[in-house]
């Protein structure tokens, strides 16, 4: 298990940006894929991003892709999430999360952040 603590969320116009920050608490961090999924109300959690442990490899959901950008920091133990030309329906709780391979699915996580508010108005 790792602690992760994600910062960077906050109330933007549409077209406007953010970018989140996940740090995490373990020196092992570089042992961890790290993943962003977003949970809006009245929806279920959705996979947004996963970069492998090097950073070499990313995936993206087709609503991220071109718009938002996956980076960490592992001398940092940090994962990143810029996000641009934000859109209304990026309106979401954005949590990082930790797994132990390269996956998209949520079950494989096994360590989860408390989430930050990202909110976009229109």
């Known amino acids: 298990q790792v602690q992760l603590v994600e910062s960077g969320g906050g109330l933007v116009q549409a077209g406007g940006s953010l970018r989140l920050s996940c740090a995490a608490s373990?020196?092992?961090?570089?042992?961890?894929?790290m993943g962003w999924f977003r949970q809006a109300p009245g929806k279920e959690r959705e996979f947004v991003v996963v970069?492998?442990?090097?950073?070499?490899?990313?995936y993206y959901a087709d609503s991220a892709k071109g718009r938002f950008t996956i980076s960490r920091d592992n001398a940092k133990n940090t994962v990143y999430l810029q996000m641009n030309n934000l859109k209304p329906e990026d309106t979401a709780v954005y949590y990082c999360a930790a797994a132990g391979f390269f996956t998209v699915v949520a079950d494989n996580f096994g360590s989860w952040g408390q989430g930050t508010q990202v909110t976009v108005s229109s």
């Open positions: 373990r020196r092992t961090f570089s042992s961890y894929a």
């Open positions: 970069i492998s442990r090097s950073g070499e490899s990313t």
